[in-house]
């Protein structure tokens, strides 16, 4: 009675699809992004870093060689909240591990395990949202979830950071501050010799910066003027102990604390490609190449630490644009023994940029293995909540059980027919084709499109700044892509996915007629390129939507869990094999020939449709009578 009385409740979708979607998008931007943030910060190399938070991504690429057994053991609401309280113990196991002299290692275990059940919640999350829905509410909401999981994704990359920056500025001494501007009529000249700079004396630990203020020329310099300052300081700074030999991206040799994978692969392979296929030292072909100026920042300590304390000095950008940035210097580490020498920070502006432009750079020196444990705790603590808010609040659908398998063989038969009953499907070659080459524009041109406003325009590029193209991107083209979400969603819910189908194919393939645009006419007007790139993302977000659809719609009937996992697959094949051959297309063709070929790519994709089979009520809103 229990059991059916609670089956029996309405819920509205509201009250858990946006906390789902979240809860399955923070993992995930954790495991990308954040980690590999984190380890920067605690000193791991770039070799170390790239290598093995890459690796953290194969639990998502894999998943749907599992997703049968989602299906076959348990409901997908027994998934849902065991694999959050799993994610949420995860979070405090990183937490706890990260004080330790191996962290490294005990927190990329903790991670996997972290990763794994992640992908195990989106299987079960996907499955549950076909199951609790009807067509007409999947239609509504889809755009709603791709919300929600972006703002999870935006909240890892933003919240999360500032909430680990924040914690670190209150557990160390007090930041140090520096602005540089770019200018018009400052001087060029660098000192490149070691200064005495006017520390002050004073009763409590500090850092100070010379100068506090810094002005570059926008003139650009040659890359042997550039390469005399980078060299300085990364010379002063190792001199010095500021760093280590691994930090400079030169030569170094291997040390005893070094990973196996950097003693054994990455530093033998790098220095056989650098000996036989790296640009000789006479060759001074580099001096005529302009690059932008750049400029040195020192950062002294005030006063003497205690024997054995070593206090970590990180820097990053705390606000302005992005087109003045740090070429050497992120990290230091100051000791007894070199706190009355000068750190360098190595500044570069764009060669691009022309205008007058403010950045402010900020150096925190707080307790980083600390205020990263407090940032996981939190995470552990958000997990917690939402898997008691989720056993709540998510409904019971009726359809919502296993299949009842118990015998390992008969749960080894069931896995087989799960996979190939997909392949059995009526048209399932034609859906496979839809999926794989729905978005074969927008793959080719997503990997090509920061490129070609970053480029020159000697090379057929936009030349935009890199602060133009993170405002481009990261401001209206965010607001663009999820509006489009939006409104594709509700669109769907009205007509459904048979009437939308057409009208959503082109609009994920005639906007990048918008770059063929700019590719010909090359504007300069920052107005009408945020323009065209809104209109392109605006239409892909609107016409993904019908790919969403006709995914579940694909999916329906036995197994829908792990059917949507394995359309999932074909989706990110889909994206993969048409980006790996991108550059390689633009190096041959040139942008406006390429943005020609990402048009051409429309025929494929528009040619698969009239051969769909959509059942014409799937997707519209049922109202009542």
Known sequence: MGKNSRQGKIRTPWTWIPTLYFAQGLPYVVAMTVVVIMYKRLGISNADISLYTSWLYLPWVIKPFWSPFVDMLKTKHYWIITMQLFVGAGMAGVAFLIPLPFFFKATLAVLWLIAFSSATHDIAADGFYMLALDSSQQSFFVGIRSTFYRLAMITG????????????????????????????????SVILQPQNFAVPQTPEMAFVAFPKKLSLNVDNISSDSLNKIKAFALDQNLKNGFITIDETGGERGIKVTDSWWTQHVSYPLGNLIKVNFGQKGNDTSGSKVKVGNAGLVAICLTKKPGTGEKVVLNFRMSEGDKSISIISGERFVFSADNWDKPAYVAIEL??????????????????????????????AGFFGLIFMYHRFALPHPVSDHSTGTNSSKEIIREFGRTFSSFFQKKDALLAISFMLFYRLGEAMLVKMSPPFLLDSREVGGLGLTTGQVGLVYGTVGVIALTIGGIIGGIAASRKGLRYWIWPMALCITFPHLAYLYLSWFTPESLILINIAVAVELFGYGFGFTAYMLFMIYF???????????????????????????????????????????????????????????????????????
């Open 157 to 188: 990359q933003g919240l999360l950071i500032i909430i680990a920056g924040s914690l670190e500025s209150y557990t160390g001494l007090e930041p140090v501050h520096f602005s540089v501007q770019s200018s018009t009529t400052a001087g060029t």
């Open 350 to 379: 764009d060669h691009k940029l022309k205008e007058q432009v403010n950045s402010e750079f900020k150096g925190i020196s707080g307790n980083l293995p600390l205020a990263w444990s407090i940032t996981f705790f939190i995470l």
């Open 555 to 625: 999916a329906e009937g036995n197994h829908k869990t792990a059917h949507y996992a394995i359309c999932t697959g074909f989706m990110a094949l889909g994206m993969m094999l048409p980006g790996m051959a991108a550059g390689w297309l633009q190096d041959l063709l040139g942008y406006n020939h390429f943005f020609i070929w990402v048009m051409i790519c429309a025929i494929p994709t528009l040619s698969i449709i009239p051969f769909l089979k959509i059942d014409k009520e799937y997707g519209i809103k049922k109202t009542a009578e």
